[in-house]
């Protein structure tokens, strides 16, 4: 009756397989590769993880070095770095979708956006120097303007240095566009029939975004700051331009304290030739994907708050 | 996203048949018509969906906006609350008057304009929050309310709706746990929460089974005491349930209006005949 040769069951059946073989393959290669690495880290890693590890600074022994500096100024930098980034990204965001006229202009920096979460990162611990650490040279840093003193935690002087503030701006630079487009998506998902709804009741924008479109979307949006935290804490490059310190023996104190990070201490550790510093490397890597795994906890946690009233 | 709104002075404004310009000044005229259309005209960019409409709208009736599909219908109910802002390149001239304010003028406050005309969508578009918050969001946007006023408020709300009964051991939980036109009438409570002076209908049974639907329109003929109604339909038969007066659009103009009862069986036209007993569209 209807024209074209009958393509034979079996034959689509088999494709069908072949194609379940693929994907399946896929993930599993996925799956060992990242088994092994975490395997092999923990093996070697684990014997080294202790309270002292924790609470102690860099040794040259091995066996005495622990990772207090870093862990604490992986804490400070990334805090500074999600306080300033995710308000920041959610803000640009809620522009471009909901406020900004559909211009060329907006269309313009919708690509720059997109081709700057694509800029490597020591791009930006470049600009990172020059912009926080230096202040361009406008002021010298031999003699910078002060705010209080040195020893309290609000100390403040500009320019900011190679402090934790500076890294913090620097790994904000770096989220940002990833933070903007995971927010924009977010935004993107909620439905215009809500938008709708709320206008028709006499809602002016900014109802709509703080009652409807925000709540809506924030769920993904807490995805997309996942990612964008998990980046930022494990970046090295840009802070290794700022002066992420590499034998550091002291915790922040306030914003302009020097400051070293995970990353830059496994980075140190595992280019030494002895083999102990390799297992404190170990030691270190694990300590991060704690600390990641915690973030994203929270964040999950977080979630689950926001969506339990709809349920 | 402002749209470009022209005003073009028609030969039929209200303001040349020798009534004053302010609407406010003349509540005889407003109160029996609610809404007035004079030479009304649309466009999406350059394409022109409505032409010189002239169209009256009697306060506390029911009115059926019928037509085949493109005829302009939902163009003109989204132009009634300003819903069309939200669209790019969308415009329109002529005067359309409703309750005392001048719609298309570009100095109205369409927060106060959609707050006195509620509008109920074709699909059902509740909140992802609890019953109780959907209905008053409404109201929470433009009051402040202490907590009894609220609760009376949104049970008044879902008693007008005849969704109470339904829902008052789960006020607090997810709309998006009822039926579709359970959602349906939900919709139909919060637009009500705000004490609009008109509902806009648009298709508002198009996505609900047959049981759902009766039950929209047996609501409908209840809220009319109350509400200016106007409701755009697919259903020829809902149409006549549900509706006192009728206009009937084809190609972007009015081609007939009248009780509903006449539109229907003893039309003027002919191609509100044929339309109307299901020879096209």
């Known amino acids: ?311 | 996203m402002m749209p470009t709104v022209i005003q073009i002075p028609s030969p039929v404004d209200p303001s040349a048949e020798g009534a004053t310009p302010d609407r406010a000044s003349e509540p005889a005229v407003s109160m029996a018509k609610a809404i007035q259309l004079r030479g009304f005209s649309a466009w999406y960019s350059a394409h022109q969906v409505l032409s010189a409409v002239d169209l009256d709208i009697a306060a506390n009736r029911v009115c059926a906006l019928i037509g085949p599909s493109g005829c302009g219908k939902s163009t003109l109910l989204r132009w009634m609350n300003r819903m069309n802002d939200t669209i790019l390149g969308a415009r329109a001239s002529g005067s359309l008057h409703l309750h005392g304010l001048q719609v298309l003028s570009p100095d109205l406050d369409v927060v106060d304009l959609r707050r006195r005309v509620g509008m109920v969508f074709q699909k059902p578009n509740p909140f992802p929050k609890s019953i109780f918050d959907n209905v008053a969001f409404g109201p929470r946007l433009h009051r402040q309310y202490g907590r009894t006023d609220l609760e009376e408020l949104v049970e008044q709300s879902l008693r007008s709706s005849a969704l109470w009964t339904e829902v008052k051991d789960r006020l607090h939980r997810s709309a998006l746990g009822l039926s579709g036109g359970q959602q349906q009438r939900l919709c139909i409570a919060r637009a009500i929460a705000v004490d609009p002076e008109v509902l806009l209908m648009d298709e508002p049974c198009s996505a609900l089974d047959p049981r759902s639907t009766a039950s929209i329109e047996e609501l409908i003929r209840e809220l009319r005491e109350t509400y200016t109604i106007v409701i755009v339909t697919h259903n020829m038969q809902q149409a006549s349930r549900v509706s006192d007066t009728t206009a009937f659009f084809d190609e972007g103009r009015l081609i007939e209006t009248g009780e509903t009862d006449e539109v229907f069986t003893a039309p003027r036209e002919r191609r509100t005949e044929d339309y109307v007993s299901g020879r096209f569209g």
């Open chain 1, 1 to 311: 009756m209807s024209a074209g040769r009958a393509i034979p069951i079996a034959r689509r059946l088999r494709h069908d397989r072949m194609l379940l073989i693929a994907c399946l393959s896929a993930t599993t290669l996925a799956v060992a590769v990242l088994s092994a690495l975490l395997i092999s880290v923990f093996i070697q890693g684990l014997s080294s993880l202790d309270w002292h590890f924790l609470s102690s600074y860099a040794s040259r022994k091995a066996a005495n070095a622990g990772i207090l500096a870093p862990l604490m100024g992986t804490l400070w930098v990334c805090a500074i770095c999600g306080l300033i980034a995710v308000p920041l990204g959610v803000a640009t965001a809620l522009y471009l979708e909901e406020y900004a006229p559909r211009t060329r202009l907006r269309s313009l920096v919708q690509l720059n956006i997109a081709n700057l979460s694509g800029v490597p990162s020591i791009v930006y611990g470049i600009l990172g120097l020059a912009a926080f650490a230096r202040c361009f040279g406008a002021i010298s840093t031999d003699d910078p303007w002060t705010l209080g003193s040195p020893d309290s935690l609000f100390f403040l002087q500009l320019p900011f240095g190679r402090g934790v503030l500076a890294g913090g701006l620097t790994l904000a630079l770096v989220v940002l566009p990833i933070m903007i487009i995971a927010a924009q998506e977010a935004l993107r998902t909620v439905p215009k029939s809500l938008r709708h709804a709320a206008l028709a009741l006499g809602s002016t924008r900014w109802q709509v975004v703080w009652k409807v479109t925000l709540p809506a979307a924030l769920p993904t949006m807490m995805t997309g700051a996942i990612l964008s935290m998990s980046r930022a804490i494990g970046e090295a490059a840009p802070l290794l331009v700022i002066g992420g310190v590499l034998l550091l023996f002291s915790v922040p104190e306030n914003l302009m304290s020097d400051f070293t990070v995970l990353p830059l201490q496994i980075y140190n550790w595992a280019g030494r030739p002895q083999d102990d510093f390799h297992k404190i490397a170990a030691g270190a890597i694990i300590v991060q994907l704690v600390l990641l795994l915690l973030f994203n906890s929270v964040a999950l946690f977080i979630r689950h708050k926001l969506q339990r009233p709809l349920q």
